[in-house]
Structures are given as C-alpha cells and as structure tokens.
C-alpha cells in the first residue's frame, strides 16, 4: 500500500490514548486501517511484555509512514510500447507513551 494513502489513517490516531485509537480504527472503512490497526496492537503488546506498562495507561505519541521498496513492473502499451507501474509499500512505526 502507498504511504500516502497511509498516512490519511494514522493522522487520525495521533495523540489518542492507545484503546481509543484501536476503537476509532475499526470504524474507518479503509484497508490501510486494518494494517495501522495491526501495528498498534503489536506496539501495546511489546510495550506490555518488554517494558511492563498497562495497556490503560498508553497514549500514540507518534504515528509515522515512510516510503519502503517500490516494484517496478510494466505494462503493454500500443505499438509495442511498454507503461510503467509502480507497486509502492510503506513502513508503519508507532511509538507509545504512559505519559
């Protein structure tokens, strides 16, 4: 997915206290949703099991897309030409406070 169809999603979730942000995202009707969904629940679990903070007490401090690796396909065009596609992909960080 392109980040910048990502990026649409996570400025929603920014600043929301973590179980809000999961709750608001079940409700958008995007596929990014499900894959910044996806990130937040692995961000709550590693924050729980590696750094021993509640889950109540977790608050998105930062939601950030970044551009990942883009394949490169092509397309047949008339007279033997050929389009460009450009598949892009995106990497989703979220970082959680107890703040």
């Not at 995007?30 to 709550?44: C, F, G, M």
């Not at 977790?58 to 397309?75: D, H, M, N, W, Y």
Request: charged residues 25%; glycine residues 6%.
């Amino acid at each position: 997915m392109s980040p910048q169809k990502v990026r649409e999603v996570t400025r929603q979730i920014q600043g929301l206290p973590a179980e809000q942000a999961l709750a608001s995202l079940s409700f958008v009707p995007r596929k990014s949703a499900r894959l910044v969904a996806k990130t937040l629940k692995s961000a709550i679990a590693n924050a729980e099991n590696n750094n021993d903070l509640k889950p109540e007490a977790l608050r998105v401090k930062e939601a950030t897309v970044g551009p990942g690796q883009t394949l490169k396909r092509f397309s047949p065009r008339a007279r033997g030409s050929a389009g460009p596609i450009l598949k892009r992909s995106c990497h989703i960080r979220i970082v959680l406070s107890d703040e």
